[in-house]
């Protein structure tokens, strides 16, 4: 009964792993022929296809992934087992300092964008893009999410980052919006008290 | 035929764990939880004002580099640094020294306390000049005139929402830090994961609401 299970459980992996790599190939190919169907790459419509389809590319990666840590790809990482409840604390005072100071750091290249009035577009792009890298910080090494057990963190980070990129959709009815009334009216002062 | 067992022997390499799945207690998977949702709570607030901004034909970006950005670095420094001295109240604690954790809380509340007495200095500054959720003042008008009035609502409900999360862990604090004697490192460290998720809201409203609305022109 036991080795026929584990047989069975043997092709399952298998099975699941090869569904899960050829949906991740399939995302990252739409990607990259996104990127070239794309005349201009950087408007939102295309960062926006690019992202998705990546991140998409991303999530049916973490299967395999964690099926070959567990088979031991990466064992060079793995160290003994870890104890049952982790009640011990990691991480020096040194690397908060650095965390620290890579936050500070951050902040001040924001802050030097609106100082040189880098144009709104672009501002946007960089400062998402370091806001996330700063949360991601915080997440890992104040929050100390680096050090708990990975199952914890695959819990609660993709599921948070698909409903968040899930909000994006009313995107669209915003741009629309806001043509329709650029294309009915000519602009008026009237409407606002 | 003990099929559920073996299923479960074969799953425990990376999910298993028993009583304790995450390896964590439950108070700290509860914050964790809590944390999750309060995070769907300010994307979707953040969300609801890119939209409104994106569908206005006009936004007002009133915030000159000196003083508003300034004013809201400070801020921001102010945050970060509170940030930092929680991390080293939660190492303190993990090492059994109270004392230190408690003094490292203390410095932690003060941190809190001087972002809410600028942000409530600066919310005055901007209600005197006569914002309101759903009004401009007359000089933003005159410079921005097709300008929606969306601009106050979403300032003071995304700002306001976060000053509430400040204030509410402020307090929190000041009750781990009162009766840290009765508190197991656990308690410390959970109300450590709130305050670092009240300073990660702010990486992201300080520059979408601040930094965005920079003066252009100015």
Partial sequence: MSSRLQNLM????VILNAICLLLATFFFILALSNLRWAGNFLTIDSLFMTAVCLMLAGVFMINPALWAHEHGLFAAEEKGAAPAVDLHFEGTTKLFLAVLGGLLGMTLVEVLLAYFKVPLELMLTILLGLSIIKAA???????????????LMLTLVPMLVVCICLLLIFFPDSFRLNKMRTYNQPPTTTTHE | MSTHAEVETAVTADWGGGTL???IGHKKLGMWLFIVSDALTFSALLIGYSYARLASNQWPTPFKFSPSILFSTTMTLCLLSSSFTMVMAVKASAHGNRRAARRWIGGTMLG???FLV???????HLISEGLKPFSLPKEWLERWPQASPLFGATFFAITGLHMFHVF??????GIVALTIRKRTHEDVEVSGLYWHFVDLVWMFVFPMIYLLSVDFKG
């Avoid at chain 1, 997440?139 to 999410?145: K, Q």
């Avoid at chain 2, 509410?168 to 604090?173: A, E, P, S």
């Fill in chain 2, 118 to 124: 600028l942000h409530l200095y600066e919310w005055n």
């Fill in chain 2, 112 to 114: 809190g306390l001087l």
């Fill in chain 2, 21 to 23: 799945p995450y390896r």
């Fill in chain 1, 137 to 151: 910080l915080i997440v890992a090494y104040f929050m100390h999410l680096r050090f708990e057990r990975i199952s």
């Fill in chain 1, 10 to 13: 043997q092709k399952q992996d």
């Fill in chain 2, 168 to 173: 509410t862990g402020f307090c929190y604090l």
